[in-house]
């Protein structure tokens, strides 16, 4: 996966939450400007803060004891506030909930204001999704037998 100095251009939240996408740009002359495209699965749980001027530094694996330890009264905050699906005021219950789903937590550190943590099963890069589809040709089809 390629994200480290690249700036988020956008994400996207498809799948009724059940999907992120992180949509990324290194673009840095003289070189010619390069995508990559990150995608969360099976999203349970995702939180982004400031993402405007965001330059990604990393995003790492971290425990689901530490994400629970470190974000556990915010989460009961944002429960209240948004609600959060399975929360459980007893972090070791949530913490087993979430591991006995399979559940893994990243934490997306930017060197200019943003943070992230998600809470998902799966992260994939997928930017040669979105690389196949603009090589799609658009040539005119009068005269070909194979469309």
Same mark, same amino acid.
């Given at each position: 996966m390629r994200f480290h100095d690249f700036h988020l251009s956008g994400y996207s939240v498809r799948k009724f939450g059940g999907e992120?996408? +992180?949509?990324?740009?290194?673009?840095?002359?003289?070189?010619?400007p390069e995508e990559s495209h990150i995608r969360f699965g099976d999203v349970e749980?995702?939180?982004?803060?400031?993402?405007?001027?965001a330059i990604m530094l990393d995003i790492a694996e971290?425990? +689901?004891?530490?994400?629970?330890?470190?974000? &556990?009264?915010?989460?009961?905050q944002w429960d209240r506030q948004h609600g959060i699906s399975r929360w459980d005021d007893d972090r070791a219950r949530y913490?087993?909930?979430?591991e006995s789903d399979?559940?893994?937590?990243?934490?997306?550190?930017?060197?200019? &204001?943003?943070?992230?943590?998600?809470?998902?099963k799966t992260i994939q890069d997928v930017t040669s999704e979105y690389h196949?589809?603009?090589?799609?040709s658009l040539q005119p089809t009068a005269g070909r037998s194979d469309v």
């Open positions: 992120i996408l +992180l949509h990324l740009i290194y673009d840095y002359p003289p070189r010619p749980f995702y939180h982004f803060v400031h993402t405007g001027g971290v425990s +689901l004891s530490e994400f629970v330890g470190r974000f &556990g009264d915010r989460m009961s913490q087993a909930a979430l399979s559940l893994r937590v990243w934490e997306i550190a930017s060197a200019v &204001g943003f943070a992230g943590i998600v809470v998902a196949q589809r603009s090589n799609i």
